[in-house]
């Protein structure tokens, strides 16, 4: 169903250095909506990998007009029960993300205005200590997430961690 020889390509140019940071996240974000089958997907890392009490945006892409955006920073004083459950469990499983007790702190100020149903978020580990996340959200009506999808990010998140450490390294 999913296929990660796209993402893998990506990681390898990061790996190889013939593709910087920025453009990594744009065309990882691009693939990520294409694969999954939503409207936005974007890759957050925690400053505080420790605390993981907020987190910033690297990249997010939204399919419906083509555009990317970056720097946005949520914060646990904000969206309490996400950070919980993102500590607790490193996912969030969200089709119905208005009426999920994790997910409906978002409802004013994100999920309404932006139109978002459907928010799926998969931890990602670097040399086994958290790093980041992936978000996928569906914005055109409620897409029920199944275990594919979460298996395809985490795999996907796997890919990203070796990455990066490569690539620091």
């Known amino acids: 169903m999913f296929d990660k020889n796209r993402v893998m390509a990506l990681s390898k140019q990061v790996m190889d250095g013939s593709l910087q940071a920025e453009a990594f996240y744009q065309a990882l974000t691009q ?8 409207t936005r997907a974007s890759l957050w890392v925690y400053p505080d990998p ?4 907020s987190i910033q945006c690297l990249q997010l892409y939204d399919r419906t007009d ?13 969206f309490g029960p996400y ?3 993102m500590r607790r469990d490193n996912l969030i499983v969200a089709g119905k993300a208005r009426q999920n007790a994790v997910t409906s702190c978002f409802n004013d100020i994100y999920f309404e205005p932006l139109g978002i149903y459907s ?3 998969v931890g990602i580990n ?9 978000c996928c959200e569906n914005t055109t009506d ?4 199944t275990p594919q999808h979460v298996e395809y990010l985490r795999q ?7 990455a990066l450490k490569k690539a620091q390294g």
Do not use: K, N, Q, Y
């Open 31 to 38: 693939a990520l909506t294409e694969e999954m089958d939503c």
């Open 66 to 78: 083509g555009a990317w955006s970056a720097g946005t920073v949520l914060r646990e004083d904000d």
């Open 83 to 85: 950070f919980e459950a």
């Open 126 to 134: 670097m040399s086994g200590r958290p790093w980041g996340l992936f």
């Open 156 to 162: 996907v998140g796997t890919l990203l961690g070796f």
């Open 50 to 53: 420790e605390l993981r009490d």
């Open 142 to 145: 409620i897409l029920d997430w």
């Open 119 to 121: 928010l799926l978020d």
